[in-house]
């Protein structure tokens, strides 16, 4: 089977940053109807299963009218698969987090996925990173430990913990897609 011949990555900035900032306003919606679905009744498992059902559809579509469905060979299936386990692992993770945890502290703790990331760059993709970023990495930690409540009330231990492995996970995640996005086109790694 031939693989879809990709150009090489294009740094874009700017589109990266808006693009950031649209994924964490979706994900900040959909955490929130998590938290109201699962107040409803709603088992981890049927929210899971359904976030990935309806985004079969949209992804379908995006493929058809794009590259096209031969876009989705691939030489690389293990590392597919890789970073399949680890983005459900990390997906159900966040999820429970978010259940289990005020949204406003889920939401903080959420904020060191980039952070995490930042660090695994450097670590395991031999990324520079510079004086700056490892400062603004600190800086990152230290305002998410000064936004939380002085003596921690409404921080559930079981889910603050289980919401950074997480975050941990997606930041794994991150690394992953990186890490395929130098081979695979987008829709092979969506």
Do not use: C, D
Request: proline residues 7%; glycine residues 8%.
């Amino acid at each position: 089977m031939a693989v879809a011949e990709i150009a090489p990555p294009i740094n874009r900035p700017i589109a990266g940053i808006i693009a950031r900032l649209a994924s964490a306003a979706a994900m900040a919606l959909m955490f929130a109807l998590i938290k109201l679905t699962a107040a409803r009744g709603v088992h981890i498992v049927e929210s899971v299963f359904y976030r990935q059902l309806f985004s079969l559809p949209l992804i379908a579509a995006w493929v058809a009218a794009g590259p096209g469905f031969a876009s989705l060979r691939t030489a690389r299936a293990p590392a597919h698969i890789n970073r399949m386990i680890v983005g459900l692992i990390g997906m159900v993770l966040n999820f429970v987090g978010v259940i289990m945890l005020p949204l406003p502290e889920a939401t903080v703790i959420g904020f060191t996925v980039p952070l995490f990331a930042t660090m695994f760059a450097a670590f395991v993709l031999s990324e520079k990173t510079g004086l700056f970023r490892w400062s603004a990495v600190i800086i990152g930690f230290a305002g998410i430990l000064i936004a939380f409540p002085p003596n921690g009330a409404s921080l559930h231990p079981t889910g603050a913990a289980i919401a950074l492995a997480g975050a941990v996970m997606t930041a794994i995640v991150s690394s992953l897609i990186r890490q395929l996005g130098a081979t695979e086109p987008a829709p092979t790694t969506v």
